[in-house]
């Protein structure tokens, strides 16, 4: 038994992540001589709602499936969605039945991350906004909820062990825990011995609220650190802040009246969309932690939609291999794929007879998300 309880990537790659009656299912067809050729699509919602969401955890599915004897289709990483499907695969069923649940957690969790960071992004556009999340959520996802804030397009992230797998330097200064270390009062002591200890890339970020009152901790920081101190940041609990925009526009008045306007001012601690456009004009920066990191996996599902070329489906879904389309105005439209409609068609080759036929960029998908977001007015308040 594993000291922590974490599925292998070898459970997930051989299918074993799986639900139980995906078994039964295979065993039983197996039984009766029966592997149709059918066509599966991942679906969320049937028809457009107006509400959109943002396609992120292409990537894990992409090889999760990278192997079988089926070809796959998907919109691009990045692309927002409101209905109809966001991948279609096509083959014999039993080639691919029982990796059903892993594709559909690395799509809906990713997803949902990645939409609440475009939400958290597009209310500050011009502001850094980081991802401080991945402390509320199981340690080993902790590279998806960063890899889809990226994608969301959110500026950097804070998990080391994340950024080792995406190739990212994590980024980060002090816990209120370093101050605490040093002792009521002595947080200047804890500022100095952070700039003497740290190497000098990483930028002097002060935490600024952990025994005393906002402004008299920024006063205190700037003193010790001079022209070296580039940013403060205040975590303020909640309970104790007050009018948080009144101690933050407070803070940036004394910080210019005494001649360091060119500090920067950051936030963080229960940051959402709201509090971000409530206070964007008063600050430089952002941490969203919980509001990114504990999205809603969104609902999607796999559906049969055709059978050795007729179409079907279970009731309450349609039927029929479709395509969906980003029409001019920025809609998105459903339909039949052997009708075609005006728009530029989205769903795109994934895996042709189980070869991987698309890179994979996060640069490249945030720069699509917020292109998209642009387009389709994103989100709708």
């Given at each position: 038994?594993?000291?922590?309880d974490?599925?292998?990537?070898?459970?997930?790659?051989s299918?074993?992540?799986?639900d139980?009656?995906f078994?039964?299912t295979?065993e039983?067809?197996s039984?009766a001589g029966r592997?149709?050729?059918?066509?599966?699509?991942v679906t969320?919602?049937q028809?457009?709602?107006?509400?959109?969401e943002?396609l992120?955890?292409?990537k894990?599915?992409a090889?999760?499936l990278?192997?079988?004897?089926?070809?796959a289709?998907?919109?691009?990483e990045?692309?927002?969605?409101d209905g109809?499907?966001v991948?279609?695969?096509?083959?014999?069923y039993?080639?691919?039945a029982r990796?059903?649940t892993?594709?559909l957690?690395?799509?809906?969790?990713?997803?949902?991350?990645a939409?609440?960071a475009?939400?958290?992004?597009?209310?500050?556009?011009?502001?850094?906004?980081l991802?401080?999340?991945?402390r509320h959520?199981?340690?080993s996802?902790g590279?998806?909820?960063?890899r889809?804030a990226?994608?969301?397009g959110?500026?950097?992230?804070?998990?080391?062990?994340a950024?080792?797998?995406?190739?990212?330097?994590a980024?980060?200064?002090?816990?209120?825990?370093?101050?605490i270390?040093?002792?009521?009062?002595?947080?200047?002591?804890a500022?100095?011995?952070f700039d003497?200890?740290?190497?000098?890339?990483?930028?002097?970020?002060?935490?600024?609220?952990t025994?005393?009152?906002?402004?008299?901790?920024?006063?205190?920081a700037?003193?010790t650190?001079g022209?070296?101190?580039d940013s403060?940041r205040?975590?303020t609990?909640?309970?104790?802040?007050?009018?948080?925009?009144h101690?933050?526009?407070e803070v940036?008045?004394e910080l210019d009246a005494r001649?360091?306007?060119d500090?920067?001012?950051?936030?963080s601690g229960g940051?959402d969309p709201a509090?971000?456009?409530?206070?964007?004009d008063?600050?430089?920066g952002?941490?969203v932690g919980?509001?990114?990191?504990n999205?809603?996996p969104i609902d999607?599902a796999?559906?049969i939609?055709?059978v050795d070329?007729?179409?079907?489906a279970?009731?309450?879904k349609l039927?029929?291999?479709?395509q969906?389309?980003?029409t001019?105005?920025?809609?998105?439209?459903?339909?039949?794929a052997?009708?075609?409609?005006?728009?530029?068609a989205?769903l795109?080759p994934?895996?042709r007879?189980?070869?991987?036929?698309?890179e994979?960029d996060i640069?490249?998908?945030?720069?699509r998300?917020?292109a998209?977001a642009?387009?389709v007015?994103?989100?709708?308040?």
């Amino acid at each position: 038994m594993s000291e922590f309880d974490i599925i292998s990537p070898e459970a997930i790659e051989s299918g074993d992540a799986t639900d139980a009656y995906f078994d039964r299912t295979t065993e039983t067809l197996s039984h009766a001589g029966r592997n149709p050729h059918v066509v599966a699509e991942v679906t969320a919602d049937q028809f457009p709602t107006g509400e959109f969401e943002l396609l992120a955890g292409l990537k894990d599915a992409a090889h999760l499936l990278e192997g079988l004897p089926i070809d796959a289709d998907a919109l691009p990483e990045g692309t927002l969605f409101d209905g109809g499907p966001v991948c279609r695969i096509e083959g014999n069923y039993l080639d691919f039945a029982r990796y059903e649940t892993a594709l559909l957690g690395f799509l809906s969790h990713a997803s949902a991350v990645a939409t609440n960071a475009l939400r958290a992004r597009r209310a500050a556009p011009e502001s850094t906004v980081l991802s401080f999340g991945t402390r509320h959520v199981h340690p080993s996802i902790g590279a998806m909820v960063e890899r889809s804030a990226l994608i969301g397009g959110l500026d950097g992230i804070s998990n080391v062990a994340a950024g080792e797998v995406l190739g990212r330097e994590a980024g980060g200064t002090m816990p209120h825990a370093l101050l605490i270390c040093f002792g009521r009062g002595n947080q200047e002591d804890a500022w100095r011995a952070f700039d003497e200890a740290v190497d000098p890339d990483v930028p002097r970020v002060t935490l600024c609220d952990t025994y005393s009152d906002e402004v008299d901790e920024v006063l205190r920081a700037v003193e010790t650190l001079g022209d070296d101190l580039d940013s403060v940041r205040l975590d303020t609990t909640g309970s104790r802040r007050g009018d948080f925009r009144h101690i933050v526009r407070e803070v940036r008045w004394e910080l210019d009246a005494r001649g360091h306007g060119d500090v920067d001012v950051f936030v963080s601690g229960g940051i959402d969309p709201a509090s971000i456009r409530h206070l964007r004009d008063t600050v430089d920066g952002f941490g969203v932690g919980g509001y990114v990191s504990n999205a809603d996996p969104i609902d999607f599902a796999l559906d049969i939609v055709e059978v050795d070329g007729e179409p079907a489906a279970k009731r309450g879904k349609l039927s029929g291999t479709k395509q969906v389309y980003r029409t001019d105005d920025g809609g998105h439209h459903v339909a039949l794929a052997d009708r075609g409609a005006d728009g530029e068609a989205l769903l795109e080759p994934l895996l042709r007879d189980g070869e991987l036929v698309r890179e994979f960029d996060i640069d490249a998908a945030a720069d699509r998300a917020l292109a998209d977001a642009a387009h389709v007015g994103f989100p709708r308040e």
